[in-house]
Nanobody
């Protein structure tokens, strides 16, 4: 299974950006998706998760109300719509997936697959 992120770039504070994560390869069941980010000199942190059916989402407090995670199950793609971007959102954004049938996704549990990341830079 491979995950490929796209949509990163350089934007100004207040702008919007949409990231995508395409899942390819053979998956043997339903899976949850997540977005994480790692800023320079910092550890990777959870941003958002979505369950296997797309009916339950969760967000880090700092992005609530600004970011929206979604997925297109038929297209095997997850998205992260980011609005009102701030310089502190600058980071490499990674998507992740794991087999799951749970309604609520715990971002701290191990993830089965990771993408290579896409860089988002927000200038002030």
């Amino acid at each position: 299974v491979q995950l490929v992120e796209a949509g990163g770039g350089l934007v100004q504070a207040g702008d919007s950006l949409r990231l995508s994560c395409a899942v390819s390869g053979r998956t043997s069941g339903t899976y949850a998706m997540g977005w994480f980010r790692q800023a320079p000199g910092k550890e990777r942190e959870f941003v958002a998760t979505i369950n296997w059916s797309g009916t339950s989402t969760d967000y880090q407090n700092s992005v609530k109300g600004r970011f929206t995670i979604s997925r297109d199950i038929a297209q095997n793609t997850a998205y992260l719509q980011m609005t009102m971007l701030k310089p502190e959102d600058t980071a490499v954004y990674y998507c992740a997936g794991r087999y799951s049938t749970r309604v609520v996704v715990n971002p701290s549990n191990p993830w089965d697959w990771w993408g290579k990341g896409t860089l988002v830079i927000v200038s002030s």
